[in-house]
């Protein structure tokens, strides 16, 4: 997973208003988060999608063996597909000319390096040396990471049709997350809502959350948090099951309207004041990003 040129992303709204963003604007190099919570909705945008971009589709019935996690792994696999394709053709196209692949440096920060370079190649004259330049900026770009949401205490038990209860492994949470988790997606997942000890024991069952020999992280974990007190207790945990945290993203009660806080609601600077108070002396982390 490559770091994003963007300062920006398209961050979990609901369970549906960014369920396709990642395949709208995946090609331009922004990264997203989708909700993985519903799965049969994910499967009608699999079969929408399968259909509009000719991509082979079997249903995975409701009531299949594992269901869930497997239609949640068959839509984020579809998106990887459909957004490395298109990704793939905004590279093919040529520069110098007014496409989606002048928009994509056109959308980098101003400050970016990559949009400095392609703002350098248009002042060179056509030459060898030009097509050189333009080859090798071609090959630094990068699609945008497809990232996804769990809300942690959304983790309910499920039945089966005859309705006998079935095992927590097939709960609402562990379930996604183990479709997410089977994908060969390398991006990351956002864990908002609360704390689930349950959910975050289970993901010691999957080697993609660890560092491999080389010392990558093929899927990152990222947690959305309301407060500093939060952050410490779900880190704490998390580094005894030996899983880094790669990143905090702070949300206010105030200011998020999706989620009931057990505390009192505060506004982000008074929350950012206090990540930034007591980060260093604890040492929780140094990436601090802001979400509402």
């Known amino acids: 997973m490559q770091k994003s040129p963007h300062i920006i992303h398209i961050p979990v709204m609901?369970?549906?208003?960014s369920i396709d963003s990642?395949?709208?604007?995946?090609h331009f190099g922004i990264s997203t988060v989708i909700s993985i919570i519903d799965d049969l909705?994910?499967?009608k945008i699999r079969k929408h999608y399968c259909s509009e971009y000719s991509l082979p589709y079997s249903v995975i019935p409701r009531w299949a063996e594992d269901g869930r996690a497997k239609r949640i792994s068959a839509y984020l696999e579809m998106v990887k597909v459909i957004v490395d394709r298109n990704f793939k053709a905004v590279q093919e196209l040529p520069f110098f000319e007014k496409n989606d692949k002048e928009k994509y440096f056109k959308i980098l920060p101003e400050n970016n390096l990559l949009r400095m370079?392609?703002?350098?190649?248009?002042?060179?004259?056509?030459?060898?040396?030009?097509?050189?330049?333009?080859?090798?900026?071609?090959?630094?770009m990068s699609p945008g990471s497809i990232d996804v949401n769990i809300m942690a205490k959304v983790d309910?038990?499920?039945?089966?049709?005859n309705g006998n209860l079935l095992g927590e492994k097939y709960s609402d949470a562990r379930s996604a997350l183990r479709g997410y988790a089977s994908t060969s997606l390398e991006s990351s997942i956002i864990?908002?809502?609360?704390?689930?000890?349950?959910?975050?024991?289970?993901?010691?069952?999957?080697?993609?959350?660890?560092?491999d020999t080389s010392g990558k992280i093929k899927k990152k974990i990222i947690l959305k948090v309301s407060d500093f007190r939060s952050a410490l207790i779900q880190g704490k945990f998390l580094a005894k099951k030996g899983l880094e945290i790669h990143e905090f993203r702070i949300e206010s009660g105030l200011n998020c309207g999706g989620?009931?806080?057990?505390?009192?609601?505060?506004?982000l600077p008074v929350l950012l004041k206090e990540i930034r108070e007591k980060r260093i002396r604890k040492r929780i982390s140094t990436n601090i990003k802001i979400t509402t």
Do not use: C
């Open 156 to 161: 309910r038990m499920n039945t089966d049709k």
């Open 14 to 17: 609901g369970t549906g208003f």
């Open 41 to 43: 909705l994910v499967e």
């Open 22 to 26: 990642a395949i709208r604007v995946g």
């Open 259 to 267: 989620h009931a806080f057990a505390s009192n609601g505060e506004l």
């Open 191 to 211: 864990f908002s809502a609360g704390i689930n000890q349950g959910l975050y024991s289970y993901m010691t069952e999957f080697k993609d959350f660890y560092r």
């Open 117 to 140: 370079e392609w703002q350098k190649l248009l002042e060179i004259a056509p030459s060898e040396f030009r097509d050189e330049k333009a080859t090798d900026l071609t090959g630094q």
